[in-house]
């Protein structure tokens, strides 16, 4: 390949998580995202196996689920530079091991959700954070620019990338959706991204949908993010005993919501003490509010992570008491440990319902940003079922840590 040629290189496909991929140019080298694969039962460090402290990078990179060629965990190789989209951990759990000297860029409007996801101890991070950029602004590596464009995820300060390089004009989506609050960022992105050589495209959402096989089965309708807040009203208003609710913290216009309709039935709506933080919410509960609300379940809804489920032996549920799952951990029931939540919320007599949606865009949105794009070449990452996605351009379902130079992706 011509030495001057932009080349692509995955290091992690993320199919399903864990996405990693660099463009190089004339000895410059731009790495997007850094974070661990979220396979819970299915990578070697799950189900509460954990490297061990103080050997934590080495560990990780032995089991292989840190890369050993990004050129920034542990030592740096003086020409990569970080590029993150959103804070969610398989784009930055390996931010930490990050040497402080190695430019990180990250969207400025995560900036306040990554320091009080930082002072609650949920998440690690490299000191100094970074460099945050602000909506639309530029950097360049070089003869490489790399613009960071908003888009719509389910946690504040998501965004994509515009990439330039003399030879190749790339977007990739990050992860993000059509039904959401602002559906309005994800079409401004794509627009933005008009006729782009290659598009990068997170396809999570191709995953959900005929997963057994088959790829005729109905689209599983799924609510959005208004009709997640309507079917809150709808639970609150049918039950009597008490509210408890698993979402996720990071997904602060969720949490806000639910905060709203518990006000507006007059029940208070409390959370763990490092959720609240993650969430920017004021109300937690403790010893004192389990007990209040184990004598009046009708006036609370308490969120409640998975390690916390053993409270429900304190709590002691009325009849009529509800489990909401809604988006937290775990994820669903690709994760060993949903059936652990059901097998709770059975032994408390507790009705399990879910209201949630998903951060990722439905297979019919995928279509449409490709055929927003028109890219003349399409890369779906970030999925189960990669080769599923139908559209009228040519699709590349890309083999890890193999080199794509400009030419032939152009080819
Ligand atoms: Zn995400």
Wanted: include cysteine; glycine fraction near 10%; hydrophobic fraction near 45%.
């Amino acid at each position: 390949m011509a030495d001057d040629a932009t080349v692509l290189t995955f290091l992690n496909v993320g199919h399903p998580t864990g996405l990693k991929f660099t463009l190089e140019h004339r000895g410059r080298r731009a790495l997007f995202e850094l974070g661990l694969e979220h396979s819970p039962g299915a990578m070697p460090f799950s189900l509460g196996l954990r490297p061990r402290p103080h050997r934590e990078l080495a560990d990780l990179l032995a089991v292989g689920m840190a890369p050993r060629d990004t050129g920034v965990l542990g030592e740096w190789d003086g020409v990569t530079e970080v590029f993150l989209s959103h804070l969610h951990l398989d784009h930055t759990s390996l931010v930490r091991f990050v040497p402080p000297e190695v430019p990180v860029h990250y969207p400025a409007a995560m900036e306040e959700l990554r320091r009080d996801c930082v002072a609650s101890g949920h998440l690690r991070w490299r000191d100094p954070p970074g460099n945050p950029v602000p909506e639309g602004g530029l950097v360049r590596l070089g003869g490489m620019e790399v613009r960071f464009v908003p888009v719509d995820h389910d946690l504040p300060g998501a965004c994509g990338f515009l990439v330039a390089t003399p030879d190749l004009r790339l977007a990739y989506t990050g992860d993000h959706r059509w039904h959401g609050r602002h559906p309005e960022l994800t079409a401004a992105f794509a627009r933005a991204a008009q006729g782009v050589d290659v598009l990068v495209l997170e396809a999570v959402g191709l995953g959900r949908v005929g997963e057994d096989g088959g790829d005729s089965r109905p689209e599983v309708h799924e609510l959005d993010e208004f009709q997640v807040e309507a079917e809150f009203e709808r639970v609150l208003s049918r039950t009597k005993g008490l509210v408890l609710v698993n979402l996720y913290p990071m997904n602060r216009e969720r949490v806000a919501a639910l905060a709203a309709v518990c006000a507006a039935h007059g029940r208070r709506f409390l959370m763990e003490q490092e959720a609240a933080a993650m969430a920017g919410w004021s109300g937690c509960w403790d010893e004192e509010a389990l007990a209040q609300a184990r004598r009046h379940p009708s006036r609370f809804c308490l969120q409640l992570g998975f390690a916390s489920l053993p409270c429900l032996i304190d709590l002691e549920p009325a009849p009529g008491s509800v489990y909401v799952h809604s988006n937290g951990i775990p994820l669903g029931d690709f994760d060993p440990a949903f059936a652990v939540v059901r097998a709770w919320a059975e032994a408390f007599g507790l009705e399990f319902t879910v209201v949630g949606t998903s951060g990722h865009s439905r297979p019919a949105d995928l279509v449409r940003m490709v055929e927003t794009v028109r890219p003349r070449l399409v890369i779906p990452v970030h999925s189960r079922r990669p080769w599923a996605l139908r559209v009228p351009v040519p699709v590349l379902v890309p083999e890890a840590h193999r080199p794509y130079a400009a030419p032939e992706l152009l080819a």
